[in-house]
């Protein structure tokens, strides 16, 4: 059963939504910050949030159980972040922690080409991106991991990530 408790959407395991701006209610703040926990900066999560609910809107039943729903927003919005960061950087990177409901034993596989055209981006650029982009999203550690590992700010490490991912998509362009 789907309740309003103190203004929060409370689902018990096992129930439907209602409709759907409950399910929006229930899970755009979730989705959200695990979109900008990966792409640092709140006009692109913000966006992207929004492309995740209209790429669920039409495909995922309203009579799904909020664990299916919870799940597919999930999967799409990794499909989301991967669209993105290939659109933004010419590859697919993405590297989403902190999910249960994935098995832990699953390995994606990159072809040669990829992971050379990865490298030698990387290799070409300043020392200070390079790490921040490794530790983000080759190691998939978190902002604030990534920051504290660099001993620098999270601020400042979102700021170097967004530019170390405009500088590297500039450089995969100019290698196509």
Same mark, same amino acid.
């Given at each position: ?33 695990? +979109?900008? =926990?990966? /792409? ?8 992207? @949030?929004?492309?995740?609910? !209209? %790429? &669920?809107?039409?495909?995922?039943? +309203?009579? =799904?159980? /909020? ?8 999967? @799409?919005?990794?499909?989301? !972040? %991967? &669209?993105?960061?290939?659109?933004? +950087?010419?590859?697919? /990177? ?14 994606? %596989? ?67």
């Amino acid at each position: 059963m789907i309740q309003l408790h103190k203004g929060r959407v409370v689902s018990s395991t096992g129930s439907c939504y209602p409709n759907w701006e409950v399910v929006y209610a229930d899970n755009a703040n979730w989705v959200y910050r695990m +979109i900008f =926990a990966r /792409v640092g900066n709140s006009l692109d999560a913000e966006d992207l @949030t929004a492309e995740v609910f !209209l %790429a &669920a809107l039409k495909p995922l039943r +309203i009579t =799904a159980t /909020v664990a299916e729903v919870r799940g597919y927003l999930r999967a @799409t919005t990794r499909t989301v !972040l %991967a &669209a993105h960061w290939r659109q933004t +950087i010419g590859c697919e /990177v993405t590297s989403i922690d902190g999910l249960t409901d994935l098995p832990q034993d699953v390995e994606h %596989a990159v072809d040669s080409a990829t992971a050379q055209q990865v490298h030698r981006v990387l290799a070409a650029l300043p020392d200070t991106y390079r790490r921040i982009l490794e530790l983000r999203f080759l190691q998939g550690r978190s902002i604030k991991e990534s920051a504290t590992q660099m001993g620098v700010t999270v601020a400042n490490a979102k700021i170097l990530q967004h530019r170390a991912l405009r500088l590297a998509a500039t450089f995969n362009k100019a290698d196509e």
